[in-house]
């Protein structure tokens, strides 16, 4: 009955996306025994669909938590206090990520990069031969803060060259735009449900390679319910080492059906198509996008600046208002500065049609005059 009544609304933030309406019914399965043969077989058809999303032979682990956890369980995994990580940050989430490692104790040098900017390869390798003993290097695919992509297979050329760890945060690529783990040599990816996937938050997917697996037996850093060897044990008997969010299993399952219905080729198409039509639009619209340079404008979520004189705020109220079209703000020092467009997951031309109507309606309401050149 509510559901029925719950208006449309167009959300367009980078995380959590929609869900549609046959998944968000799976999620409202009964529960059933978490050590039975029901579950266990979807879990076994999760893994194995998720393997072939990441592009890997490795077991991938489904835990739950947040992405940030998964993130949390990439650094605790292989690393000991006292390791040099190169962290590789082009924006809040890599901050983040160096901020984990730091906690735990790692000894951690940045590689820090104006916010808008995409990171380098070249750099990379440079950092890594100023500090040769340099364990690990920590990297964001997809900025999700700046909707800025890094050049993630380039950099991750030079840490294997260097011989060193590469940990990814691909929570806000993987499933999306083109990603391969085995084929890049990526030891750690860390992937969250709520960005690519078309499920609710809850679930974040993890993969070792056989080098994050060995620096695993070798790690120090304290570990109890991220203990990707328990996760490892359990999920090849069908299982987890604990009670599972079984809801966004029973969602994800649907999902992950019709990904693989949809095919990898044609999601990564989609995207791309997505990501161009919006940049597209958005400038044509008079905005600037906060991406230096739109060869790495992310094709998940784009950030645009705030035009002179529009507050942020007043307009996502309006879009939110008038248009039940809810757009992200700024994070951290980007408050005020800019606004996102996610475009991830469930989305099709007619939501990016929606959304941009409505921006131009708000804007014009608030008193934007297109600049003139
Ligand atoms: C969303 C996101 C995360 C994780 O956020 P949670 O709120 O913990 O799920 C991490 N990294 C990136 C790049 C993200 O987009």
């Avoid at 809040?92 to 990520?97: A, K, L, P, T, W």
């Avoid at 060259?161 to 993987?174: F, H, M, N």
């Avoid at 966004?248 to 039509?277: C, K, N, P, Q, W």
């Amino acid at each position: 009955m509510t559901q029925q009544k719950q208006k449309q609304i167009n959300l367009r933030i980078p995380g959590p996306t929609p869900v549609p309406p046959d998944i968000l019914e799976a999620v409202g399965h009964p529960m059933i025994n978490h050590r039975g043969g029901e579950f266990s077989a979807i879990v076994s058809r999760i893994t194995a669909h998720l393997k072939a999303f990441f592009l890997t032979q490795q077991e991938v682990m489904v835990l739950t938590c947040s992405g940030t956890g998964g993130l949390e369980a990439a650094v605790v995994n292989v690393l000991s206090p006292g390791d040099k990580v190169l962290a590789v940050s082009i924006g809040s989430f890599g901050n983040r990520f160096a901020t984990i490692a730091e906690v735990y104790g790692a000894d951690v040098t940045m590689l820090a990069y104006d916010w808008g900017q995409a990171a380098s390869a070249d750099d990379v390798s440079k950092a890594l031969k100023a500090e040769p003993d340099i364990k690990a290097v920590l990297v964001t695919h997809n900025e999700t803060s700046t909707g800025v992509t890094n050049p993630l297979a380039e950099i991750a050329a030079v840490v294997r060259a260097a011989d060193k760890l590469i940990l990814v945060d691909a929570v806000s690529s993987l499933a999306a735009i083109p990603f391969e783990m085995d084929a890049w040599g990526l030891d750690v990816v860390v992937t969250g449900s709520q960005k690519g996937w078309m499920v609710p938050p809850g679930l974040a997917f993890v993969a070792l390679s056989d080098r994050g697996w060995q620096a695993f037996d070798s790690a120090r850093m304290p570990r109890f319910y991220f203990d990707l060897a328990k996760h490892r044990e359990s999920q090849t008997k069908g299982q987890t080492p604990f009670t599972p969010a079984m809801s966004v299993f029973f969602g994800l399952d649907v999902a992950l059906a019709r990904m693989a219905d949809e095919g990898l080729e044609s999601i990564h198409t989609r995207h791309r198509r997505i990501g161009d039509m919006t940049r597209r639009e958005v400038k044509a619209l008079g905005l600037e996008l906060f991406c230096e340079d739109e060869r790495f404008a992310s094709d998940t979520v784009t950030a645009v600046k705030a035009p002179d004189g529009i507050d942020v705020n007043a307009l996502r109220t309006m879009m939110e208002d008038e248009h039940d079209t809810i757009l992200a703000g700024g994070q951290a020092r980007l408050s005020g500065k800019i606004f996102r467009i996610g475009h991830l997951g469930l989305v099709d031309e007619d939501d990016i049609r929606l959304t941009m109507d409505a921006l131009a309606q708000s804007l014009e309401k608030l008193g934007f005059t297109r600049p003139t050149a």
